[in-house]
């Protein structure tokens, strides 16, 4: 499939406000509520799968910009880069997760309203391509926030 950079914004944007309006008004106890989690991975909250989703919506912006990958990043697998990604930020406080998140989304949409119109639609690529900027966003909202909050 081919995309739009019209397209694209417009899933990203839309995935945006409804995890932001989940989350933006969250009390201390919400963000705290563990989230639906195999008793073999670490102990998530609704704000440590905050982190999760901005982390690798952060690393799609980077990877669309062609910079380097991070070196204590570097060879990590899925696992391991996730176990990173709670230990970075399992002691900082939600509101400042929550403004990293809304950071993250500003750079996004700058980096896809300047991304050449090649790095659409010159290749094909799969339905949710760039999954990380909104379907692993909404698959996190619903499964895990969601899902917490409603316990």
Known sequence: MRH??????????????????LVGSLTD??????????????????????????HWKADTIRKARRQRVPPE????????GN????????????????????QVQANALTV??????SWFHNRERREEWP?????HSSYHRINDIEAALKK
Do not use: C, M
Request: aromatic letters at 10%; hydrophobic letters at 35%.
């Open 29 to 54: 106890e919400e963000w705290s509520k563990p989230v639906p989690r195999p008793e073999s991975k670490d102990p998530w909250t609704v704000k440590d799968t905050l982190a999760h989703i901005t």
């Open 112 to 117: 896809l309203r300047a991304a050449p119109e």
């Open 4 to 21: 739009t950079r019209e397209e694209v914004i417009h899933r990203v944007i839309e995935e945006f406000e409804q995890l932001d309006r």
């Open 131 to 135: 999954f990380d900027l909104d379907g």
């Open 73 to 80: 990043e570097k060879g990590l697998n899925w696992t391991d």
């Open 83 to 102: 176990r990173l990604i709670y230990l970075r930020w399992r002691d900082v406080p939600p509101r400042e997760v929550l403004a990293w998140h809304r």
